[in-house]
């Protein structure tokens, strides 16, 4: 079957092929004055209620996920229908059928639905951004990377699929034809976070159905409106009804129970350490009637250092650090919460403005009243451990938004329970270290172990931290977020996650079972 924008070339074509995604240039007029264009158009569409949609069925629920605004709490994003832990049967139900024909659809036509999401996705680009900004305050550039990362992870899951398929066997064993295939698990439970909920939401439903799986997809009740504009997405480059089956859900219910049902094959998960071990914990108990072992795909939470060596370019650091800590409100799992710096940084972050993120400031909400209420408890919890450098409050005239000032902590014992738990906020302390020694030991002292930086001018130092600082993703002389699909594949260690390195070579493998095929060649018939 020909590949879609690939009509005459080979597989290793379009393999070589990919390249990420361009970030637009809000700078530039004319991208400037599309991106004011969806806000409005998206602004028109709000407030409308969404109908749960199981096969055929569409269902309306007596409770609602009300999505709102976080720069404007009054302002509703869409009302949804808040699936149960009742509903988890009919939506195994429909993956199920949808899996036994989807199981044996050609490989290149499974990775020609994805690359057909990437160019509606392109086209789509300025409204799908605008979304973003409004239903989990993103800024312009913020959102747009959330979008660009989707479209990267259509296009190098569909040609990662085809390399799957092309895959051998190490040797030909003599007098045999040796094949290896990877084929499908069955019908997985996808479990997608807020903070990126356009790329890692679609990102692992792709990951999944390019695989030959189907999937139960339970999106953030922070970002479901993101969630059912994928659907729609999914629907208009032609998956077939059950491939995806959304059931947006609020609380344990539902999640639990599709997590334990004993026809889901596998869980990917992305959110908190605390759920990410329940989910590993419930998955590994065998239900009656179940004869597999689940797989659990897990990327949980980070408390990330950057480490900023005597011998390093400050400017460059500081820009670093303060992107890493306050990049999207420090609402990222590879945020650099932790950091050794000059104090030149405190002029750095005063400088960052805060306001409504659909007007493109730096600084927007975090992304509800719990995530409010929790950053500000663990700021009274700083003021306690260490000092208030600059920021350390809330911001309460902007529309009743959930806004937060950068704050930095100094003089922060490394021990201290902001230096250890993961804040996912506006939040940066500052350790002093002894030592480059001392500064590795304390980047290494946490549970986690996700992302981290260096800055250092000392290439003896970068080759000491590449063999001894345990993190999944290290990066030198540059910021700790922002990994590029196929670049930077991303996972992280320890309590971190399972490492699966999602935007890699490696990550489909956990979404398909090899297969080993031997037949023996030359059998002769004796006569009679």
Request: negative net charge.
């Amino acid at each position: 079957m020909p590949i879609l924008e690939f009509p005459n070339a080979t597989v290793a074509d379009v393999l070589t092929s990919f390249k990420n995604e361009e970030s637009l240039d809000f700078s530039v007029p004319e991208n400037r004055i599309k991106m004011l264009e969806a806000l409005s158009k998206v602004k028109g569409e709000l407030g409308r209620e969404f109908d749960l949609v199981i096969g055929s069925r569409r269902l309306r629920t007596k409770v609602k996920i009300v999505s709102v605004n976080p720069a404007k709490p009054a302002e509703v994003i869409g009302i949804h229908q808040r699936a149960e832990a009742e509903h988890v049967e009919a939506a195994m139900e429909v993956a199920l059928a949808a899996f036994q024909s989807w199981k044996h659809v050609p490989v290149a036509e499974r990775a020609n639905l994805l690359l057909r999401l990437a160019m509606l996705s392109r086209e789509r680009r300025f409204e799908l951004n605008a979304w973003l900004i409004l239903e989990v305050g993103k800024n312009w550039a913020e959102a747009d990377a959330d979008t660009a990362e989707m479209i990267d992870f259509m296009e190098f899951y569909a040609r990662e699929a085809l390399r799957l398929d092309e895959s051998t066997t190490p040797i030909q064993f003599p007098g045999e034809k040796n094949q290896l295939r990877y084929v499908p698990l069955g019908v997985g439970a996808i479990i997608s976070p807020w903070n990126y909920p356009f790329a890692i939401m679609a990102g692992m439903t792709a990951a999944g159905i390019v695989c030959g799986n189907t999937v139960i997809l339970k999106p953030s009740p922070d970002a479901p409106t993101i969630a059912t504009k994928f659907m729609d997405l999914l629907a208009e480059a032609g998956a077939p009804q059950g491939l995806v089956t959304l059931c947006n859900s609020e609380g344990p219910g539902f999640g639990s129970a599709v997590v334990t049902h004993p026809q889901t094959r596998f869980i990917a998960f992305t959110g908190s350490k605390a759920v990410g071990l329940l989910i590993h914990k419930n998955a590994a108990e065998t239900q009656p009637g179940q004869n597999f072992i689940r797989r659990t795909i897990l990327e949980l939470g980070g408390k990330d250092s950057v480490v900023v060596a005597a011998d390093c370019d400050l400017d460059a650091a500081v820009e670093g650090v303060a992107q890493s800590a306050f990049g999207f409100n420090g609402q990222k799992c590879s945020a650099g919460s932790r950091a050794i710096v000059d104090a030149s940084l405190t002029d750095r972050v005063a400088k960052i403005k805060i306001g409504d993120p659909a007007e493109n400031f730096f600084a927007g909400p975090v992304i509800n009243e719990r995530a409010y209420q929790r950053v500000l408890d663990y700021i009274e919890v700083g003021k306690k451990e260490a000092r208030l450098v600059v920021g350390g409050y809330a911001v309460e005239s902007l529309e009743k938004g959930y806004y937060i000032v950068p704050t930095i902590f100094a003089d922060v014992p490394p021990t201290a329970r902001i230096a250890q738990e993961e804040i996912f906020g506006p939040v940066l302390t500052v350790i002093m270290a002894r030592d480059y020694d001392d500064a590795l030991a304390i980047a290494n002292s946490t549970e986690y172990g996700l992302t981290g930086a260096v800055y250092s001018s000392s290439q003896e130092k970068l080759e000491r931290a590449r063999d001894e600082f345990h993190v999944g993703n290290l990066y030198f002389n540059r910021k700790c977020t922002g990994a590029m699909v196929g670049a930077h594949p991303f996972g992280g260690f320890n309590m971190s996650g399972t490492d699966s390195k999602a935007g890699g070579p490696d990550y489909l493998l956990h979404f398909t079972q090899a297969k080993s095929i031997a037949q023996k060649l030359n059998l002769t018939r004796s006569s009679s």
